[in-house]
């Protein structure tokens, strides 16, 4: 079965760093395109970052220069390294399947929630 | 960067009346690369439409996706009180790699 399951959010101070991942099983993270897309409470999706399986990498502008993306072959695993962390920040994050050849999402894990408050 | 406005922002219908949703982009977006998800409370997005017009795996076959250019339509031919949730429209563009999602459409019970 083709899934997607996050981990990793929490409760960060302003200014602090968290490290989401998302771990694939069913399918391989490295020969595909991946992206981390979020929601903050109440409001609509947000695309935050994709990796190519080249190894290209692009951020939205509200996260570049804070936020990288990565990926470990070995474990199969996305990440999302995340500093400078802001209140704008708090939303549930997940990571999505992006499909090469349309660029649309389609398989997606639960999510996980990542509050960034004093 | 493209923008893209759902309109309307609630609609309100009963189950068995048809709805149609819009999808206006601020420039002309490739059809090939316009996408529609639904989204109900507590749960991640789940795919309907990619490519405009094509029904992603086990999406029935009520739910239509039609337009080109900057005006895209995601249409459900008779509601069955599962489909009362949170629709967005979503683009890719290049130049550089962005994604962009629209604000959403929510369908609510009248």
């Known amino acids: 079965e083709v899934q997607l399951v996050e981990s990793g959010g929490g409760l960060v101070q302003p200014g602090g760093s968290l490290r989401l991942s998302c771990a694939a099983s069913g399918f391989t993270v490295s020969s595909n395109y991946m992206s981390w897309v979020r929601q903050a409470p109440g409001k609509g999706l947000e695309w935050v970052s994709v990796i190519y399986s080249g190894g290209s990498t692009y951020y939205a502008d509200s996260v570049k220069g804070r936020f990288t993306i990565s990926r470990d072959n070995s474990k199969n695993t996305l990440y999302l390294q995340m500093n400078s962390l802001r209140a704008e920040d708090t939303a549930v994050y997940y990571c999505?399947?992006?499909?090469?050849?349309?660029?649309?999402?389609?398989?997606w894990g639960k999510g996980t929630t990542v509050t960034v408050s004093s | 960067e493209i923008v893209l406005t759902q309109s309307p922002g609630t609609l309100s219908l009963s189950p068995g009346e048809r709805a149609t949703l819009s999808c206006r982009a601020s420039?002309?977006?490739?059809?090939?690369?316009l996408a529609w998800y639904q989204q109900k409370p507590g749960q991640a997005p789940r795919l309907l439409i990619y490519g405009a017009s094509s029904r992603a795996t086990g999406i029935p076959d009520r739910f239509s996706g039609s337009g080109s250019g900057t005006d895209f339509t995601l249409t459900i031919s008779r509601l069955e009180p599962e489909d009362f949730a949170v629709y967005y429209c979503?683009?890719?563009?290049?130049?550089?790699?962005?994604?962009?999602f629209g604000q959403g459409t929510k369908l609510e019970i009248k």
């Open positions: 999505a399947r992006t499909w090469a050849r349309y660029y649309y999402m389609d398989v």
């Open positions: 420039q002309s977006v490739s059809s090939s690369y």
């Open positions: 979503q683009q890719y563009g290049s130049s550089p790699s962005m994604y962009t």
